[in-house]
């Protein structure tokens, strides 16, 4: 079957970095989707991965290995609005999104 | 980048009451389109994945008669929630994939509220 696995919560210091990491199973791949999410609000867009490596964008990096099954999101210099879910969301061989239910990041001051 | 309106924001109505959701890719065509409904700290859940020109392929579990949709053309997807009840409230969002290639990100519309009384 299908799964992602991301922690559930995940506290962190404004100023400070944190790694988000997440495994996955999908039937086939076709890279993998960070989402960052608010409360009571659509997902946005932050970064694709398709092949094995980092991808940086600003304060945001994240990182593949496909052999492992498995990504992280960074996040640097965090601010209090970095609060958010942050979704994993790998793409299989139909091209589909599988969703997890994602890591609620609090930002602490 | 690549945007997509949603509307309405919010609708609350009364039991047995159909809704129409629209969604609509401003900048860009979109030949997929996705229908998500999301219930209070849990994963979005895909309903439908919608195609211009052709019927909808629904997940399973997701009743194709009350949630009616029609992809008329390569910017408007809607989502019909026919005889709404309180069970149907919830945070429906679309989002669209650009014409170009399959492994572009969705970008999604803000999100349809919907509240039934």
């Known amino acids: 079957g299908q799964n992602i696995d991301q922690p559930t919560e995940m506290t962190a210091t404004e100023g400070a970095i944190v790694q988000i990491n997440c495994t996955y199973q999908?039937?086939?791949?076709?890279?993998l989707f960070w989402y960052q999410q608010h409360a009571g609000e659509a997902p946005t867009f932050l970064s694709y991965?398709?092949l094995d490596g980092l991808e940086e964008k600003g304060r945001f990096s994240s990182f593949l290995s496909r052999s492992k099954g498995y990504s992280y999101l960074l996040l640097k210099e965090l601010q209090m609005k970095d609060s958010a879910s942050y979704l994993c969301a790998p793409m299989d061989s139909n091209y589909q999104l599988i969703w997890g239910a994602g890591t609620k990041l609090i930002i602490k001051p | 980048g690549a945007v997509v309106s949603q509307h309405p924001s919010w609708v609350i109505c009364k039991s047995g009451t159909s809704v129409k959701i629209e969604c609509r890719s401003l900048?860009?065509?979109?030949?997929?389109m996705f229908w998500y409904r999301q219930f209070p700290k849990q994963s979005l859940m895909l309903m439908a994945t919608?195609?211009?020109?052709?019927?909808?392929?629904?997940e399973q579990g997701v009743e194709k008669d009350k949630f009616l949709i029609n992809h008329a053309s390569l910017t408007l997807s809607t989502l019909t929630v026919t005889s709404a009840h309180p069970e149907d409230s919830s945070f429906y969002i679309c989002s669209a994939r650009d014409l170009v290639t399959d492994n572009q990100p969705q970008h999604f519309g803000d999100g349809t509220r919907l509240s039934i009384l």
């Open positions: 919608s195609n211009e020109g052709s019927k909808a392929t629904y």
């Open positions: 999908t039937s086939g791949f076709n890279g």
């Open positions: 991965n398709v």
């Open positions: 900048d860009f065509q979109a030949t997929t």
